[in-house]
């Protein structure tokens, strides 16, 4: 019994360990804006990811975004996927003046294939809507652990 407990632990284990491509991702963005993300996936190459961040621009105000994301596998790599990826989406500034703009994400992700982890780094071209048009840049990197 033991043995059968260790040999579907380990199955488990193993399928859970190359599925970055699949489930949920949590981890965490530093940049503008700085705080926790999520992504999850909904085929093998589409994705919606979203945060809750604190952006350290002028007195500092809380952001939540989410975006449709569209993953190309164009670049090959020996172990893991390297994937790059646009997007649109929506972000919410909650300050003293309410804010919404409309996100353009465009990044790299690097899926391991021995962990469920991935790292990405990302720079997201942004059209502010309210309280005024503008245009405007946010980005970072990140890592998510994906269940």
Do not use: C
């Not at 190359?18 to 992504?39: F, N, R, Y």
């Not at 994301?69 to 997007?87: M, N, T």
């Amino acid at each position: 019994m033991k043995k059968l407990i260790l040999f579907t632990f380990s199955i488990f284990l193993s399928i859970h360990m190359i599925a970055q491509d699949s489930g949920l991702g949590l981890g965490v963005l530093i940049g503008e804006p700085t705080g926790l993300s999520a992504k999850m996936w909904t085929s093998e190459k589409t994705a919606v990811d979203a945060g809750v961040a604190w952006s350290f621009l002028g007195t500092g105000f809380l952001h939540l975004h989410a975006d449709m994301l569209f993953h190309s596998y164009a670049i090959d790599v020996d172990k893991g996927k390297l994937p790059l990826y646009f997007g649109v989406g929506a972000k919410l500034v909650l300050a003293s003046n309410l804010g919404l703009g409309v996100r353009v994400p465009l990044g790299i992700a690097y899926l391991f294939e021995s962990a469920p982890v991935d790292i990405f780094v990302e720079l997201v071209p942004v059209l502010d809507l309210v309280p005024a048009t503008d245009i405007s840049f946010e980005g970072g990197i990140g890592v998510r652990y994906f269940f």
